[in-house]
């Protein structure tokens, strides 16, 4: 099967392009490379042995998708492309909604012509805004979203299920991810944000490293057992091989239409006790503050992940120490680098 992955070339994207490979898929990645470089496809061939198909073009950029789509086409999308920084997106909204859905549009309208009815979407927990009750399953109300990135997610999910609604060959499948981190067991790929990382993960392995000093923890006065805000962070390997299982799903029956889908552990993890694993599995310390709570943050957002087993057959098994272990060797290589 070929799978056009748009945004290919990032963090998630890479680790999806091995899993695609490993599996006897062909991707053709399609990615502009505005947060991404062509030597993390060069690390993917090192993995894999084998040299993945890149075409550097924008999503917005309707011919360059013609040109994809008529030379490779894919029978699937992999739709990952898009900007993807919460704060980023408060100061620049019309630049996240054109990026990130007018370019799904101009996807959609592409697949269209070609007559491809396939897609997987990443989309994000950030769709539920500030769950009421938890874990979060597929079916808690979304919507409530307090930026524009969450927004353009949430729009977007919309745009694809009244697609699905429209075509009656159309299967949509939304990956709402819940909090990807980790890297690839070789170290070679990973994600390596430019300038002071705004994530958790990123920001201990630069202070685990040596590079900053020290991590700001936002809150200690969140209703969860020690204060601190509570995630649901999963390995992106796993996450990775559940775009794979989606996309083998829409070759079972009852594919059809649009569903959304939690990729989580099901587990809430707080900052405090995501330090203490980081120091375990690197064997540094990581120095942290207690700061003021960061705007706009949730005490605690968790999946309900038994929908993504029933459905897909899917279920998050790397461990937090491998999250952690893995993590901490792509960034000694990374930094090994500059
Ligand atoms: P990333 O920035 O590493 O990858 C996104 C890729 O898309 C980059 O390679 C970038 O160059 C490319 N891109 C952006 N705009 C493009 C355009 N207009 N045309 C072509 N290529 C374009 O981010 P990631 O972490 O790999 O995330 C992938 C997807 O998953 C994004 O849509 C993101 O919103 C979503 N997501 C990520 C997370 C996370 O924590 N990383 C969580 C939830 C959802
Ligand atoms: N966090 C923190 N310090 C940081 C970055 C994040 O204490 O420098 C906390 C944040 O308040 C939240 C958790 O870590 O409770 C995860 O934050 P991240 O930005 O990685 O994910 P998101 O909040 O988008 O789920």
Request: aromatic share 8%.
């Amino acid at each position: 099967m070929k799978v056009l992955i748009t945004g290919g070339a990032g963090y998630i994207g890479t680790h999806c392009l091995v899993e695609l490979m490993q599996a006897g898929l062909v991707p053709v990645v399609l990615d502009n490379l505005c947060n991404a470089s062509p030597d993390a496809l060069a690390r993917v061939e090192q993995i894999t042995g084998q040299q993945p198909i890149f075409i550097e073009g924008d999503i917005r950029d309707h011919r360059a998708l013609e040109l994809a789509f008529q030379a490779h086409r894919p029978s699937a999308v992999l739709h990952l492309a898009g900007l993807k920084s919460v704060g980023e997106s408060v100061d620049k909204p019309l630049e996240y909604y054109d990026n990130n859905v007018v370019g799904t549009l101009q996807l959609l309208r592409t697949m269209r012509e070609f007559d491809c009815h396939r897609m997987v979407f990443s989309s994000s927990a950030t769709v539920y805004g500030d769950p009421a009750t938890l874990p979060i399953a597929e079916d808690a109300p979304t919507g409530g979203t307090t930026n524009p990135y969450g927004t353009s997610k949430y729009v977007i999910e919309r745009i694809l299920q009244d697609w699905a609604a429209a075509d009656s060959e159309a299967q949509v499948i939304a990956l709402r991810y819940f909090n990807p981190v980790g890297a690839h067991a070789s170290g070679l790929i990973g994600e390596d944000p430019q300038g002071l990382p705004n994530n958790l993960m990123p920001f201990i392995q630069r202070v685990a490293s040596g590079s900053l000093e020290r991590l700001n923890i936002f809150g200690d006065d969140y209703d969860t057992p020690d204060g601190t805000g509570v995630r649901d962070y999963l390995h992106v390997v796993d996450l990775a091989q559940g775009h794979l299982a989606a996309l083998q799903r829409m070759e079972q029956p009852e594919a059809e239409g649009f569903h959304a889908v939690n990729l989580g552990t099901g587990n809430g993890i707080s900052v405090l006790q995501m330090v203490k694993a980081f120091e375990a599995a690197s064997g540094q310390a990581v120095p942290y503050s207690i700061a003021p709570r960061r705007p706009g943050d949730i005490a605690s957002c968790f999946a309900d992940a038994r929908h993504a087993q029933e459905f897909l057959g899917w279920q998050a098994r790397h461990t937090l120490e491998s999250m952690c272990s893995d993590a901490w060797r792509w960034q000694q290589f990374a930094e090994s680098r500059t």
